[in-house]
């Protein structure tokens, strides 16, 4: 059991009688695909079917193999009651929207897998579009009360035949009599947006919006109530006239930080006086989510400098030295001054040998000639050899 079916309320209609709203239930889930049913009985009285009731929801939690995250079930929503005019064409669009821009289609709730309870395909006449999302109808059958129930289901591709997920999309349709023409109902004007706008809300800013309705029949026909379907937050003035045949109200909505970055479907219709309404238009509404803050870090990371073999010539001021110069020259002047204190070491040294050899070649020279003056010195007892000749 996922909870009771309290609910937080932001739509309401008065001369209709309903209230509509919603609900987030966190949950913890084991498999990667699951279901979640919802049922009950309470179908007011029908033309076709009623009684008992069923709502069916499928997801799957596997990382997708083309986006890498978990898939985003599509959104819809819708007015819990469509008024149709007897007699008159129809075309129900059905808002959808996918926030992984999947394929989105939608198909009649098959009662085989417990999808619709006691309302599997009970607007009779009416034809679905799977691929527009579109329901054509012509009222020409039973005027009162139908029952619509629709699975909404995304798909990976246009090609796809395995859905990713499926929502529910369950609401009444009150077919109606009237005299007046079917081209003679109130009509949205200009600054009201088209049908399927996007429109962007920059994070932390409120959105606002002027819905404009003009009447087509007389200035006497009133415009009594403009009813919405709705994100949670979104306000709406009271109906207020602008001119003899047109009616406003103004629209606020300032997106939480829960809501960021998720598409909201808003739609609204008007209704006159005599019961007739508008088109029902619906835009996608996209609140930003806000600029992610990066951390810088104070330190530089490591860097590869790819270096030149070769270097371009250049001028370098004198004041400037490049590193890698200053290295080189220390080392030519090192070899320049090694070289020559080596070079003056070696003249010493060859001189020292030239002086020694002339000293000792005068010293031979000297010896000789005494030898030759005298071959035979004296002797004496108390001298012995001349001291001349002690060597």
């Known amino acids: 059991t996922l909870g009771d079916m309290s609910f ?7 001369t209709e009688d309903w209230t509509a709203g919603g609900r987030t239930y966190q ?71 996918d926030a992984d821009g999947d394929e989105v289609r939608c198909r009649w709730a098959n009662s085989s897998l417990g999808e619709c309870g006691g309302v599997c395909e009970a607007f009779n006449g009416s034809v679905l579009n799977e691929r527009k999302c579109e329901l054509r109808y012509t009222a020409n ?29 369950q609401f009444l349709v009150n ?56 994100p949670p937050g979104l306000r709406k003035s009271e109906v207020t006239r602008l001119s003899e045949l047109q009616w406003y109200i103004n629209v606020t909505w300032t997106p ?11 739609c609204f219709k008007a209704t006159d006086s005599t019961g007739l309404s508008t088109e029902r238009r619906c835009i996608i509404l996209l609140p930003e989510a806000p600029p992610q803050v990066v951390e810088v870090m104070t330190t530089a990371p490591t860097q590869v400098v790819e270096v030149m ?11 400037t030295t490049p590193s890698f110069k200053c290295n080189n020259d220390k080392k030519e002047i090192a070899m320049i001054v090694g070289i020559t204190i080596g070079s003056i070491l070696l003249l010493l040294f060859l001189v020292t040998l030239i002086v020694l050899g002339i000293a000792v070649a005068r010293l031979v020279h000297k010896r000789e000639k005494k030898i030759l003056q005298d071959p035979y010195p004296k002797y004496s007892p108390e001298k012995g050899l001349d001291s001349e000749t002690n060597i």
Request: aromatic share 10%; charged share 15%; glycine share 6%.
């Open 256 to 266: 939480t930080k829960s809501q960021f970055g998720l598409p909201f479907i808003f």
């Open 27 to 97: 949950t913890t889930i084991s498999t990667p695909e699951f279901e979640a049913t919802f049922w009950g009985g309470a179908w007011i009285s029908l033309i076709i079917g009623g009684g008992g009731w069923d709502v069916l929801v499928r997801g799957n939690l596997t990382r997708r193999e083309d986006t890498g995250q978990i898939n985003s079930s599509p959104v819809s929503v819708m007015s819990p009651i469509l008024r149709l005019q007897y007699g008159c064409r129809h075309v129900i669009r059905i808002p959808v929207e």
């Open 141 to 169: 059958d039973l005027t009162g009360w139908y029952a619509v129930a629709i699975q909404v289901e995304d798909y990976a591709s246009p090609t796809d035949v395995s859905p990713l997920s499926s929502i529910p999309l």
């Open 309 to 319: 073999t070769t270097v371009p010539p250049q001028v370098v001021p004198n004041t």
């Open 175 to 230: 077919v109606f009599d009237s005299s007046a023409s079917c081209t003679r109902v109130p009509e949205f004007v200009s600054p009201t947006r088209e049908d399927g706008s996007h429109v962007v809300i920059p994070s932390y800013t409120t959105y606002h919006e002027r819905i404009v309705v003009e009447v087509t029949s007389s200035p006497s026909v009133s415009i009594i109530e403009v009813e919405t379907v709705s």
């Open 8 to 14: 937080y309320c932001t739509d309401y209609s008065e």
